[in-house]
């Protein structure tokens, strides 16, 4: 077992603990979160053994860190409210290990140069993110929800600075795009000094 084996049963573990500690304290909404990481922890072993995308262990170390960052202590735990960096390190980080998934599609296609996998991977990265942006927007739009900080009353303004001239929506969501895109050319400069 190498290293990065290791570390996805100990993650697990730790979910799974973490599961028990909140069914016993009955808080069913923090255990359906880590339900959701839990499954999706899987993502990466699951993308190797059916379709042979082997994604690299930094990235996929940073896509453990994006699942607890955002479903645990993001939503559970709303440090999306109480920090307003919050949201900006998830989406930078997102934006840098979403890079290494795409490196890992474009390589399976040994015909494509380093340059072109390299490429694919930041396009991919971003592409990730403006789906994710459609979403929130859509799942704010059918249930009423708060997730892009449209709203004009929020419990928190900590997306939007008090002397913006945009709506807090539009704030929130560019300020996701920037970060990601800051995350994404930060790796793609790492890939190209490594590759």
């Known amino acids: 077992m190498n290293f990065l084996a ?8 730790v979910l799974i603990l973490l599961a028990f500690y909140y069914v016993f304290k009955r808080e069913y909404k923090v255990v359906k979160s880590i339900a959701l ?3 999706f922890s899987f993502l990466p072993a699951v993308s190797n053994a059916l379709f042979h995308i082997n994604i690299d262990t930094v990235s996929v170390l940073i896509y453990f860190a ?18 307003k960096w919050w949201d900006r ?4 980080l997102s934006g840098a290990g979403f890079v290494g998934f795409g490196i ?5 296609n040994s015909g494509i140069s380093n340059w072109g996998v390299t490429f694919f991977g930041a396009t991919f990265s971003i592409t990730l993110h403006v789906i ?5 927007y859509i799942s704010d739009c059918l249930t009423h929800g708060d997730a892009q900080r449209w709203q004009k009353i929020h419990a928190t ?4 600075s008090e002397k913006a001239i945009q709506p807090a929506g539009l704030v929130d969501t560019m300020n996701d795009f920037i970060c990601c895109i800051a995350g994404t050319v930060s790796a793609i400069i790492i890939w190209l000094i490594v590759l």
Request: proline share 0%; glycine share 2%; hydrophobic share 55%.
């Open 66 to 83: 994006i699942l607890f960052m955002a479903m645990y202590l993001g939503s559970a735990l709303k440090f999306y409210d109480k920090y």
């Open 132 to 136: 994710w942006e459609v979403l929130e």
């Open 6 to 13: 290791y570390y996805e049963i100990i993650f697990q573990c």
């Open 104 to 108: 890992a599609i474009a390589s399976l």
């Open 37 to 39: 990481i839990f499954v």
């Open 157 to 160: 303004n900590n997306h939007v």
């Open 89 to 92: 390190i998830v989406h930078f």
